[in-house]
């Protein structure tokens, strides 16, 4: 199994510019969910899905959208980049929704917006 | 709301030594508390996960201990090697599924 796969690795954008950040795993997982990560602070969750068809926003959504096609697949995109949205991003899933259930995160996409 | 904080943010220790990375929460509520690893490029590792019921966990030279309580968890490395070099996660988890992560130990083991 690949697990969580994330691409692309590195990314720079230009402010008002849109991208899509790609999620994948292989594991048949229900949830999963996108994280930012930012200098001296913890993850925040901005994004999450407990299944193909169902997402909801976590604690900072504004700025990105998601959806979930698939079970593999969980995009997430940026429509009109800003300096804030500079950060690094994980997607991570479980086999069910925490806490019961053990997340496997992907290994981060490096964003800078200039 | 949730609050996990990490002390110290930075740890460098000769190789050998005793690691001990602290976390403390607010919220004694919790369901469970994880320590995560973190590598440069990687995602993150999964190490110790201890049940609110329990007060320790242990994994080969790692050692986890909870207080609810006091809101506090310490992660012990035994006998620290220059590949424990890294970003330690205090995660905690509540009964709803919410995670908050702190902001991370990052620990460099000098040979």
């Known amino acids: 199994n690949a697990g969580v796969t994330q691409t692309p690795k590195f990314q720079v954008l230009k402010t008002g510019q849109s991208m899509t950040l790609q999620c994948a795993q292989d594991?048949?997982?229900?949830?999963m969910s996108w994280y930012r990560q930012d200098p001296g602070m913890g993850l925040r969750l901005i994004h999450y899905?407990?299944?193909?068809?169902?997402?909801d926003q976590g604690e900072v959504p504004n700025g990105y959208n998601v959806s979930r096609s698939t079970t593999e697949d969980f995009p997430l995109r940026l429509l009109s980049a800003a300096p804030s949205q500079t950060s690094v991003y994980f997607c991570?899933?479980?086999?069910?929704?925490?806490?019961?259930?053990?997340?496997?995160f992907g290994p981060g996409t490096r964003l800078t917006v200039l | 709301k949730q609050e996990v904080t990490q002390i110290p943010a930075a740890l460098s220790v000769p190789e050998g030594e005793n690691l001990v990375l602290n976390c403390s929460f607010t919220?004694?509520?919790?369901?469970?508390l994880q320590w995560f690893r973190q590598d440069p490029g990687k995602g993150l590792t999964s190490l110790l996960l201890?049940?609110?019921?329990?007060r320790e966990q242990t994994s080969g030279r790692l050692n986890a201990s909870l207080d609810k309580s006091s809101g506090r968890s310490t992660l012990y490395i035994a006998a620290s090697q220059p590949g424990d070099s890294a970003t330690y996660l205090c995660?905690?988890?509540?009964?709803?599924?919410?995670?908050?992560f702190g902001a991370g130990t990052q620990v460099v083991v000098t040979p």
């Open positions: 201890i049940q609110s019921s329990q």
């Open positions: 899905s407990v299944g193909a068809g169902i997402t």
């Open positions: 919220d004694s509520a919790i369901y469970n």
């Open positions: 991570a899933s479980s086999a069910g929704t925490p806490p019961d259930n053990e997340q496997f």
């Open positions: 995660v905690t988890t509540d009964s709803w599924g919410k995670l908050q």
């Open positions: 594991m048949n997982h229900e949830y």
